[in-house]
């Protein structure tokens, strides 16, 4: 799997490449601006861009910036947006498209370098992986909602890791329940919640996080 | 507004006499009690301005009545009995001087209230605010001090006599036509021209008496109200005023900072560095305990990093750093459980102080209204127009918000004033409550993408 690194800071940029490396993943270019970043893309042709959104010259969202201006000039481009803080703003914006592809991750999570790695790869395939704060910050949002309070504490725990955007076989690996069980909770949520379940991981995250975002 | 009348509309219907009277009579008497209502409002001006004019004749007439007697002493020679007694009657008269300035303030104090509600003039105090208001010790010299040093005493004092020799008349004009109108006619000697004449005078008295009253509130007001001079020096108390708590507040903020850094990160970075050396010293012996101390000190560095992250989000939210004072708010909406609306059409960004004041208004203004007013929804609105930002939080909940009781409001209002800010709360039991706050700035142009 080939992936263009853009981060500003040498040591994070360097710990990151290494890291990767460490996991097999190829890096083609680790730049530290967001032009570079778009040019790293169109010459590269990566299968994902790790960006962080803090990013000369502004030092603002420019790496947001950069990440949609990136899927304009490579459709479907999948990206995985680091910072040092989440905002569901800034998630609202990433997933506005509608398409898959779409990581945004506290920095933090780098610390994990298994469940990072993974998310890198779900995100790589079109999937979603957003961050469990931006998740957990939305369902604190809906406390007053009346079909999520009807959940049980499992399915919520379910519904929590299915926002974040694990298939139901990850899901059953972090609960420790079989798969089928998963699939059970998942069919419950649906129902009560009132969705179109649907089998593609994808369009299944984007509904749930549709739903919390209201 | 208690008074319940302006000039321009005197005319008030309050009860219809009955079904059976017609209604031009009722109008007649709806406009004729309106206006009866301003003549009395005249003549108790009238007895205000009476009244400074009297304790200023009883003062002077103190004064002649003291020389006169210590003249007639000299004309009898008892010049040993004159000096000390004359001096201690002038000194007398002296504290009783004093004691007279301090009631006419009281007085002037009292006619702008009246004139600020019956005339529709607002006239602002221009009295120096107490030097001992913020602590220290009030002596005798610095009340002196304070009272004589003031111009606003002795342009109080003008007031009394003008106002007592000629301005009484617009106040009391009504009143005087219309008593003639009623003594002329029931006087038995009047002839009929004599009656229609008084009448006439009367009719004219209470028409003319709202404008009467309202050029008196303005001819006070320009005895009344604050010098150019004065004005700029209660700015200049104001100013050094917000600027002492501006300064509090920051450093008040800055000790805080402190103590969460040194409690939080800091205490938890320390902690991370022993279990490291810990796992660093068994892990030959213990590797399965050694790589337990390094998942607990990767958990630690986490929960540092959560802490930094909550305590920059405190300082200056990431957001308003990024993309200004909008989405700041935005993004603050989507985090709350209320249903917020959000309207603005700022297109560039206030100074950064200003746009942090303001956002931190309005995150303490949701909380407030997530904590008290139990409402379904909030609008805010923001605009900027002729140089002002103005920020409007509207709520549809129970309302009967206080700024008196709440110390969140009162710290809006000082976070404001060291801007020039001002927030005005409307809140009545039952609701809605509505917060407007304006901030003088100017908007600098939107930053452009560099992309």
Aim: proline share 5%; aromatic share 4%; charged share 20%.
């Amino acid at each position: 799997m080939r992936v263009v690194i853009a981060e500003d800071l040498f040591l994070l940029r360097d710990g990151l490449t290494r890291m990767l490396q460490a996991h097999g993943l190829e890096i083609t270019a680790a730049v530290d601006n967001g032009a570079d970043l778009l040019a790293a893309v169109a010459k590269d042709r990566p299968d994902v861009a790790i960006v962080d959104v803090r990013l000369p010259p502004t030092f603002t969202d420019e790496g947001i910036r950069a990440a949609l201006a990136a899927r304009r000039e490579a459709p479907g481009l999948p990206v995985l947006v680091l910072s040092q803080y989440v905002e569901q703003l800034y998630a609202r914006e990433l997933l506005a498209s509608g398409a898959g592809g779409i990581g945004y991750l506290l920095k933090d999570r780098v610390f994990d370098s298994a469940q990072f790695v993974d998310a890198v790869r779900r995100v790589a395939d079109g999937g979603t992986a957003m961050d469990p704060e931006v998740i957990a910050r939305l369902l604190a949002r809906n406390t007053g909602n009346a079909s999520l309070t009807a959940l049980s504490p499992r399915e919520r725990e379910v519904l929590a890791l299915m926002a974040e955007g694990r298939s139901n076989a990850a899901i059953a690996q972090r609960l420790v329940i079989t798969e089928r069980a998963v699939a059970k909770h998942t069919a419950s949520i649906f129902l009560k919640l009132d969705l179109q379940p649907s089998d593609d991981d994808n369009r299944r995250v984007l509904a749930v996080l549709a739903y919390l975002e209201g | 507004m208690s008074a319940g009348y302006t000039p321009e509309d005197p005319d008030r219907r309050d009860d219809p006499e009955g079904p059976a009277t017609p209604v031009a009579l009722v109008g007649l008497w709806g406009w004729v009690r309106g206006r009866l209502m301003v003549v009395g409002r005249g003549l108790l001006l009238f007895g205000l301005a009476l009244t400074g004019l009297a304790l200023l004749a009883a003062l002077v007439g103190l004064l002649v009545a003291i020389l006169r007697l210590i003249g007639r002493g000299e004309l009898h020679h008892h010049i040993q009995f004159v000096v000390p007694v004359g001096l201690l009657a002038i000194a007398a008269w002296l504290v009783v001087g004093l004691l007279f300035l301090l009631c006419m303030r009281q007085l002037a104090r009292l006619t702008r209230r009246v004139i600020g509600q019956w005339c529709q003039v607002p006239i602002t105090e221009p009295y120096l605010p107490r030097p001992w208001a913020d602590g220290g010790k009030a002596g005798l010299r610095r009340r002196l001090g304070w009272l004589l040093k003031d111009r606003a005493t002795w342009r109080d004092l003008l007031w009394t006599m003008v106002n007592g020799c000629v301005g009484w008349l617009l106040v009391f004009l009504p009143a005087g036509l219309l008593v003639l109108g009623i003594v002329g006619v029931i006087a038995p000697y009047a002839d009929l021209n004599q009656r229609a004449l008084v009448l006439a005078g009367a009719a004219l008295g209470l028409w003319a008496a709202p404008y009467l009253l309202r050029g008196y509130g303005v001819f006070a007001r320009s005895m009344l109200a604050p010098t150019r001079q004065a004005e700029l020096s209660l700015r200049v108390v104001q100013l050094s005023q917000t600027r002492t708590e501006a300064l509090d507040t920051g450093a008040a903020e800055i000790r805080r900072i402190e103590r969460d850094l040194h409690d939080g990160a800091q205490a938890r970075l320390v902690a991370m560095g022993m279990t490291l050396d810990a796992a660093g010293q068994i892990i030959d012996t213990n590797p399965d305990a050694a790589r337990a101390l390094l998942l607990e000190a990767r958990d630690a560095s986490v929960k540092a990093l959560a802490e930094l992250r909550a305590l920059v989000r405190g300082i200056h939210p990431p957001v308003l750093a990024d993309r200004g004072l909008a989405d700041a708010i935005r993004a603050l909406a989507l985090d709350t459980p209320l249903r917020i609306h959000l309207e603005s059409d700022l297109v560039g960004r206030p100074p950064a102080p200003v746009e942090s004041a303001a956002y931190f208004a309005v995150c303490e203004l949701l909380a407030n209204v997530s904590k008290h007013a139990e409402a379904r929804e909030t609008w805010i609105d923001i605009r900027h127009t002729d140089g002002m930002l103005r920020i409007g939080v509207t709520d549809n909940g129970r309302g009967g918000a206080d700024p008196a009781r709440g110390s969140g409001l009162r710290g809006i209002e000082r976070r404001l004033a060291a801007f020039d800010g001002v927030l005005a709360i409307s809140s009545p039991p039952g609701g809605p409550t509505a917060v407007t706050m304006e901030i003088p700035c100017e908007l600098s142009l939107p930053k452009t993408s560099s992309s």
